[in-house]
């Protein structure tokens, strides 16, 4: 009896745990129904209001934005060729100097003393060559005999030659006018010809290098005005391209070209970067939107454009791009409205509500 009363419990338990976990099920699925399934969450999500930009076709001043350097016109380092002690410096630092000024002298007195020498020598020789010319006229020597004369005569003239290119080159000159920079010797200085003295640069001209993606190379040409505007600077230059190189760098798909512009009022400097803006063609009936419309993607950019209510993601193929628009190749027609505000929290059919700008 004891049995049948213990079976008896063991069943109740386990029928008031059934009804319990039968109560628990029903419970959740009237909560969940109550709340609305997983199917009605899209159909309840709040619309977002964006602002929209409605494409139409314009022309468009493509107007290629860059980075390039300045760089001087002519500049070179000015060393001395022979080695010795520096007697005089005929330049000032920061001054302008002319082509061909005198800019500093080297000791030449032992050069001099062996020019000396060999002018001797050149004067004993040219003599023993004007006596054997005699005697071969007299047929007194051999031609033989003369050529050695002849040739002792010019080996003799080459040497007072080379002592005097040697003497010269202790006279450095300015190669082309323009303004000397720091000098970093002083009278008595030792030089060689691997120590720098100063630097000259011609800066009433300045060459502007810069490099434009390959696929715009077609559109350079020579001869092309370009503007520019330096660091600190609110003013715009100008410069002609008057060279292009005659290949594209492999390593970065890039052209280099190179301008010229007139500073003769001084006001720009060698070695200072440079803001670039290259024209090229003008595009007629361009779709052009807003930069903020687009998205960077991993396979390329992307925008959002309004369709019946909904958020439609479209892939766009774009070119250049100034501060405010950006030249659209693909993707887009005119008439689509494109979302220009929010968008980076929007997903593929969103519901929205466009204000059009």
């Known amino acids: 009896m004891t049995q049948d009363l213990n079976m008896k419990i063991k069943t109740l338990v386990y029928s008031l745990l059934i009804i319990g976990l039968v109560g628990l099920i029903g419970y959740r699925i009237t909560k969940n129904s109550s709340n609305g399934g997983p199917k009605d969450k899209g159909k309840e999500e709040k619309p977002i209001t964006v602002s929209g930009y409605v494409v139409n076709l314009q022309t468009f001043d493509n107007n290629l934005a860059l980075s390039g350097s300045i760089e001087a016109d002519e500049q070179v380092e000015i060393r001395s060729e022979v080695s010795g002690i520096v007697t005089a410096i005929y330049f000032q630092e920061g001054s302008n100097v002319s082509k061909g000024q005198l800019l500093f002298k080297v000791n030449d007195i032992e050069l001099r003393a062996q020019l000396a020498q060999a002018k001797t020598k050149e004067s004993l020789s040219a003599e023993n060559e004007r006596r054997a010319?005699?005697?071969?006229?007299?047929?007194?020597?051999?031609?033989?005999?003369?050529?050695?004369?002849?040739?002792?005569?010019?080996?003799?003239?080459?040497?007072?030659?080379?002592?005097?290119?040697?003497?010269?080159?202790?006279?450095?000159?300015?190669?082309?006018?323009?303004?000397?920079?720091?000098?970093?010797?002083?009278?008595?200085?030792?030089?060689?010809?691997?120590?720098?003295?100063?630097?000259?640069?011609?800066?009433?001209?300045?060459?502007?290098?810069?490099?434009?993606?390959?696929?715009?190379?077609?559109?350079?040409?020579?001869?092309?005005?370009?503007?520019?505007?330096?660091?600190?600077?609110?003013?715009?230059?100008?410069?002609?391209?008057?060279?292009?190189?005659?290949?594209?760098?492999?390593?970065?798909?890039?052209?280099?070209?190179?301008?010229?512009?007139?500073?003769?009022?001084?006001?720009?400097?060698?070695?200072?970067?440079?803001?670039?803006?290259?024209?090229?063609?003008?595009?007629?009936?361009?779709?052009?939107?807003?930069?903020?419309?687009?998205i960077p993607v991993q396979n390329g950019k992307k925008v959002f454009i309004a369709n019946k209510g909904m958020a439609k993601e479209v892939l766009v193929e774009t070119a250049t791009r100034t501060d405010a628009s950006i030249l659209i190749l693909s993707g887009l027609k005119a008439g689509d409205t494109v979302l220009t505000s929010g968008v980076m929290?929007?997903?593929?059919?969103?519901?929205?509500?466009?204000?059009?700008?």
């Not at 929007?346 to 929205?352: A, N, T, V």
């Open 133 to 294: 010319k005699l005697l071969l006229q007299k047929e007194a020597i051999s031609q033989e005999e003369y050529e050695v004369a002849r040739a002792d005569y010019k080996t003799t003239q080459a040497q007072s030659q080379l002592i005097q290119a040697q003497i010269e080159k202790t006279s450095v000159r300015a190669p082309f006018s323009g303004k000397i920079g720091l000098r970093s010797i002083s009278p008595g200085t030792y030089v060689t010809p691997s120590l720098l003295v100063a630097k000259l640069v011609n800066s009433g001209q300045l060459k502007i290098t810069f490099s434009i993606p390959e696929k715009y190379a077609s559109q350079v040409k020579k001869n092309a005005t370009i503007s520019f505007k330096v660091s600190g600077s609110d003013q715009s230059y100008s410069a002609k391209v008057y060279a292009i190189e005659p290949e594209v760098e492999i390593a970065t798909r890039t052209l280099q070209v190179r301008a010229l512009a007139s500073n003769k009022d001084g006001k720009l400097f060698p070695g200072t970067f440079a803001d670039v803006e290259l024209p090229l063609d003008i595009i007629k009936d361009a779709v052009v939107i807003p930069t903020e419309a687009i």
């Open 345 to 357: 929290s929007l997903k593929d059919e969103s519901p929205i509500v466009v204000k059009i700008k």
